[in-house]
DNA sequence: TTCAACCACTT
DNA sequence: ACCCTTGGTTGAA
């Protein structure tokens, strides 16, 4: 027996246990083996759990089975439960499923965690946890970490890492395009003509033998790549070993299309390898924004595989890191039934739908503004007030009652998701003021920031699996007390504001911009933000100071604004773009860069009326955009529009753009899922609009709609200083006459508009239109459920 | 011309 | 494997 210093990097069932692959710090793999017994518990009549044991005995499953006690988190106490453990852990999933089928009235716990996530969770580890494991040739004796999931600055085993792509430009090989396969591996790079194709088996598998790296980055592995090589492989006879365990063949997953933050998400099908990962860049969740170091994060903190946690939303990551928290505590998880969220009825609807706290901003422009933001409000709140399914409404005490709702929750204990959560704010808070303290050329800083924005991942999604109903510690009523509090701190800061003297422009779920006349000086932010958190007891920050902001009009009823749509520019020049079209996925890249640069532009303004002096250039420079696009000569791929299908082509009822797109594809024998993204131009005459993968040669854009974008994109920047449709059409089209020669300045000084600034605050009882939804009183507050983004 | 249904998007 | 609203377009009345 010897014993073996290095990282987990690989977990899954074979055997009577479980197969564990680790990394020594000399980049070596370890190919282990560690006996594992997994259970489920079943809860109900004696009668039918005797005959649930009759069952399986009779069947000669490998089970042992025992009667035994185990704390349910709602009930807050010991009930008896069956355990029933599986000798085979591969065999669980379709034991459950045959007991659960034989007796579905009875109540099961843990029947449904991931068996990865089971078996680090019982040996006290996590993946890349560094661990001590004393061993007997292939079998673990005894396994240890030696690190916590807390760590800040952990350090990580020497991956070798493969990349895969196409040649060419970036294109959906899904779409028809086909390459030649690049391969990278330290430093060099090997092509593979894709005509080739018995070369190209025999040479990724002498890379894969000679270089055997412990990661395959690809993009497009999952659809393309890695199912190309498999048939290639098995066309040719050659054995390819893209895993590094031998014994398994990859795993393949469909594809799925799935509803997530409120919008269809297409998960292509997925190849994962065992003792090796494969990491698609295309078919990530978020990824792109947190990196490999943000999916290692959240793979040790949840206890959830890496390849696993690429490819899903980061909702799994907080559930798993809820299970984590029952197992440790030894409360049962309950079994996470997957019913189809049922259509809420009106009446439901509205006692579910007072959200966060909104303010009507007051429209047009401003100066001497500050923006206050609380830090990951939603998860703080939860942490602070105790929130959690099973503390609100409990009667094992007296409890402090929520405010408009009255309902108690439980002080005396604390619940499993602030319990889950305290650890991770924590965490966050720290990455925070290290990003904030270190020089910018520390080699650490790239880390932290991708960790860090991982963790706003994980803090945004468990305030929405509190509202629902699929989610294994959700629960509706709690979900509500979240915002009861959110509305009750807001208000409360409001106050404190208001009483310094400050006039308040605008509120939004977790933020205030907040104004005072520049003739009493500079305000003392820091005292105040002090004062708001000894008064609520959550953290804010100032976010910035604005040289100018804008809140833009409705576009339906301009005279009231909007709550998200709004810019401005802090003191420091850099700019905050909320809800116009720059920040829309589907503003073809053109526009967006006329937005934003007549944006910088109008950044140079030091105050409003610094503003107001830059627009003349502002506009010049918008004008000079739009007659580039009128004439016909800008370049067709900035003007590409995207769009995200929500349904299957053949479920449009509307002839939408997209629809028409989608069906153009769909004629062409390319197959599109709910989710996917389409990439289209807008061309003259009936087809409306052209496939990106169907353009060839140089094809006319459509200059009139494309000039209908524009002038929108440049109205919602013009529209703080009252500009209208038709002066803004007279200034960026007017040929003559108005300022002189075409794309002629207006001559300093001239009136180009007045500032909302001085009308003031708008009409109270003006009304914006009423939700479609539901005919709902409004007033200048507007109650309404938000989800929570914290400050970044 | 009006308006409800539909669709995609944001925070 | 997350809640919902707003704004714009389409097509029938």
Redesign the pocket.
């Known amino acids: 027996m010897n014993t073996l210093f290095g990282w987990l990097f690989d977990v899954y069932p074979s055997g009577d246990g479980m197969t564990v692959w680790v990394i020594d710090p000399d980049g070596q793999s370890h190919h282990l083996h560690d006996t594992f017994t997994p259970t489920f518990y079943a809860h109900g009549p004696r009668q039918e759990l005797r005959s649930v044991c009759q069952m399986l005995r009779n069947r000669g499953a490998p089970v042992t089975l025992r009667r035994t006690e185990r704390i349910d988190l709602f009930l807050d106490r010991h009930i008896e439960v069956l355990e029933i453990g599986v000798r085979i852990p591969d065999l669980l999933p379709r034991l459950f499923r045959q007991v659960a089928d034989f007796r579905p009235n009875l109540t099961y716990y843990d029947a449904?965690i991931s068996l990865p996530q089971r078996y680090v969770l019982r040996r006290g580890i996590f993946p890349l946890a560094y661990c001590s494991i004393d061993r007997d040739g292939r079998h673990i004796q005894r396994i240890e970490a030696l690190d916590s999931p807390w760590e800040i600055d952990y350090p990580l085993p020497p991956l070798r890492t493969m990349n895969l792509r196409l040649s060419g430009e970036m294109q959906n090989p899904g779409r028809g395009y086909r390459g030649d396969l690049l391969v990278e591996i330290e430093g060099n790079t090997f092509h593979f003509p894709r005509a080739h194709s018995r070369r190209l088996v025999l040479g990724i598998r002498h890379l894969l033998e000679h270089y055997d790296p412990d990661v395959l980055i690809s993009t497009y592995g999952d659809n393309y790549i890695l199912p190309r090589l498999l048939e290639l492989s098995r066309h040719y006879g050659i054995p390819l070993p893209l895993n590094r365990d031998r014994g398994k063949s990859v795993l393949r997953k469909s594809a799925?299309s799935?509803?997530?933050?409120?919008?269809?998400?297409f998960?292509n099908e997925q190849h994962l390898l065992f003792g090796r990962w494969h990491l698609d860049r295309q078919n990530a969740?978020l990824a792109n924004d947190y990196g490999v170091d943000g999916i290692l994060e959240i793979a040790r903190l949840s206890g959830l595989p890496p390849q696993t946690v690429a490819?899903?939303?980061?909702?799994?990551g907080i559930?798993a890191m809820q299970v984590a928290t029952a197992l440790r505590r030894g409360v049962l998880v309950p079994w996470?039934k997957?019913q189809p969220?049922t259509l809420?009825s009106g009446l439901d609807?509205l006692v579910?739908?007072k959200?966060g706290l909104v303010y009507t901003p007051i429209a047009g422009l401003h100066e001497h503004v500050a923006e206050l933001d609380f830090t990951a409000m939603y998860p703080s709140i939860m942490v602070h007030f105790n929130i959690s399914p099973e503390t609100v409404g409990a009667k094992c005490c007296e409890g402090e009652p929520i405010p408009e709702l009255g309902t108690p929750i439980c002080r005396h204990r604390q619940g499993l998701v602030p319990e889950t959560l305290e650890p991770l704010l924590e965490k966050r808070s720290r990455y925070k003021a290290l990003i904030r303290e270190l020089p910018e050329d520390d080699p650490r800083l790239e880390a932290y920031r991708r960790r860090y924005s991982a963790h706003k991942?994980l803090l945004?999604?468990c305030?929405?699996?509190l509202?629902?109903?699929?989610?294994?510690f959700g629960r509706i009523e709690a979900?509500e007390a979240v915002n009861a509090y959110g509305r009750e701190v807001l208000l409360r800061t409001k106050e404190i504001v208001e009483e310094r003297g400050f006039r308040v422009l605008h509120l939004?779920?977790d933020g205030l911009w907040i104004h005072k006349p520049e003739a009493s000086g500079r305000p003392d932010y820091d005292s105040l933000l002090n004062e708001i958190h000894a008064e609520t007891g959550l953290h804010i920050g100032l976010e910035g100071v604005y040289r100018w902001l804008a809140f833009l009009p409705?576009?339906?009823?301009p005279r009231v604004a909007?709550?998200?749509?709004y810019f401005g520019a802090f003191e420091d020049g850099s700019l905050k773009?909320?809800?116009i079209e720059a920040?829309?996925?589907?503003?073809p890249r053109y526009i967006k860069e006329t937005q934003l640069g007549m944006l910088e532009i109008l950044s140079r303004g030091r105050d409003a009326a610094g503003f107001c002096a830059a627009l003349p250039e502002a506009i010049a420079f918008a004008r000079q955009r739009l007659l580039s696009l009128q004439a016909g000569v800008v370049q067709a791929d900035q003007l590409v529009i995207?769009?995200?299908?929500?349904?299957r082509p053949e479920?449009?009822?509307?002839?939408?753009?997209?629809?028409r797109v989608?069906h153009q594809l769909a004629a062409t024998g390319v197959e599109l899922h709910p989710g996917e993204?389409m990439n289209f131009l807008l061309v003259p005459g009936p087809e409306?609009a052209r496939a990106w993968e169907l353009l060839e040669g140089r094809v006319p854009y459509d200059r009139e709609a494309y000039s209908?974008?524009m002038l929108?994109a440049v109205e919602s920047i013009l529209a703080p200083v009252g500009a209208d449709r038709s002066t803004i059409e007279m200034w960026l089209l007017g040929n003559a006459g108005y300022w002189g020669p075409p794309g002629a300045l207006p001559p300093p000084g001239v009136d180009i508009g007045t500032p909302l600034l001085a009308r003031g605050r708008v009409p109270s009882q003006v009304g914006?239109?009423?939700?479609?939804?539901?005919n709902r009183q409004w007033s200048d507050l507007?109650l309404?459920?938000?989800?929570l983004?914290p400050a970044a």
């Open positions: 449904d799925s799935y509803s997530s933050y409120g919008r269809v998400v998960r969740f490819r899903v939303s980061t909702g799994t559930s996470q997957r969220e809420k609807l579910a739908d959200g991942w945004v999604t305030f929405g699996y509202g629902y109903k699929n989610a294994r979900h939004y779920v409705s576009r339906t009823e909007v709550a998200n749509r773009v909320r809800g920040r829309r996925r589907d503003t995207t769009h995200r299908l929500s349904r479920e449009y009822t509307v002839r939408t753009v997209a629809a989608a993204r409306k209908k974008l929108r914006i239109r009423a939700p479609s939804a539901l507007v309404r459920r938000e989800a983004l």
